[in-house]
């Protein structure tokens, strides 16, 4: 079986960076993918579909360092959904995340830094750059 997202977007906002208790870095923020199509009535519609990424380890570092709003990325990873019970209403609640296993920076930049920069996969290991199994005492609240 496999669970593999790719995803060409711009990010909505600055990564937030937090750490767990056992000091493993995750960085979350938002990537904005557009689809461009024609409706049914031959006029051209553009949809916007936001998604949550989340970046673990030094991945998450890098994210956190490098990555600004606007900036273009490309994205590869794999999609979990979960699941809790509201607490106030008690109903099921769902969130749906890009788990980030590869980031690659897409915009040419005008300074020194060179562009293209590519991050994750490959060299680094699996416990690296994906998302550990967490005990339930290091939830990171964002």
């Not at 006029?43 to 991945?59: F, P, S």
């Given at each position: 079986?496999i669970?593999?997202?790719?995803?060409?977007?711009?990010?909505?906002k600055d990564?937030e960076i937090r750490?767990?208790?056992?000091?493993?870095s995750?960085?979350?923020?938002s990537?904005a993918?557009?689809?461009?199509?024609?409706?049914k009535?031959?006029?051209?519609?553009?949809r916007t579909?936001?998604?949550?990424?989340?970046a673990w380890?030094?991945l998450?570092e890098?994210c956190?360092?490098?990555?600004r709003?606007?900036?273009?990325?490309?994205i590869?990873g794999?999609?979990?959904t979960?699941?809790w019970?509201?607490?106030?209403?008690g109903?099921?609640?769902y969130?749906?995340?890009i788990i980030a296993?590869?980031?690659?920076m897409?915009d040419?930049?005008r300074d020194d830094e060179?562009?293209?920069?590519s991050?994750?996969g490959g060299?680094?290991?699996?416990?690296?750059?994906?998302?550990p199994?967490?005990a339930e005492?290091?939830?990171?609240?964002?």
């Amino acid at each position: 079986m496999i669970n593999k997202v790719i995803l060409v977007g711009r990010l909505g906002k600055d990564p937030e960076i937090r750490s767990t208790p056992g000091g493993t870095s995750v960085a979350k923020f938002s990537l904005a993918t557009d689809e461009r199509f024609t409706d049914k009535n031959g006029e051209k519609q553009e949809r916007t579909e936001w998604h949550n990424i989340v970046a673990w380890g030094r991945l998450g570092e890098i994210c956190g360092q490098y990555l600004r709003k606007g900036k273009l990325v490309y994205i590869e990873g794999s999609i979990r959904t979960d699941s809790w019970d509201d607490k106030e209403s008690g109903q099921k609640k769902y969130r749906t995340e890009i788990i980030a296993r590869e980031m690659k920076m897409l915009d040419s930049r005008r300074d020194d830094e060179g562009g293209g920069s590519s991050y994750g996969g490959g060299s680094r290991s699996r416990s690296n750059s994906s998302a550990p199994d967490m005990a339930e005492d290091e939830e990171v609240p964002f």
